[in-house]
């Protein structure tokens, strides 16, 4: 099991910075990834950036140039750097932790979820 805190959300501006957080525990070195999602109102989940074990990153679309990923391993917590807000990226943000194992003999992820934070930009 893992266990995800998240922190960080808050109200900025159009055009300024947040940074959240997310803090592990449980059985750490079994995650293979660490990923933010966000849910936008009225809309689905959607994945907004991820780091790998091995330090691989990747970056939605929306997130390039703006948002920044990145870990600190003894503090075993994800940030997000969030700069140049917008609108659009009003939405509670989920930290995930994803974790391999097997289903079956057959290989299979399991997710595990922080409980999310609010991220509203608004002038």
């Known amino acids: 099991q893992v266990q995800l805190v998240e922190s960080g959300g808050g109200l900025v501006q159009p055009g300024g910075s947040l940074r959240l957080s997310c803090a592990a525990s449980g059985s750490i070195s079994s995650i293979n990834a660490r990923r933010w999602y966000r849910q936008p109102p009225g809309k689905q989940r959607e994945l907004v950036a991820e780091?790998?074990?091995?330090?691989?990153?990747n970056y939605a679309d929306s997130a390039k140039g703006r948002f920044t990923i990145s870990r600190d391993s003894a503090k075993n917590t994800v940030y997000l750097q969030m700069n140049s807000l917008k609108p659009d990226d009003t939405a509670v943000y989920y930290c995930?932790?994803?974790?391999?194992?097997?289903?079956?003999?057959?290989?299979?992820?399991?997710?595990?979820w922080g409980q999310g934070t609010q991220v509203t930009v608004s002038s």
């Open positions: 995930n932790a994803v974790v391999s194992g097997l289903v079956n003999g057959k290989p299979a992820e399991f997710p595990f």
């Open positions: 780091i790998n074990s091995g330090g691989s990153i």
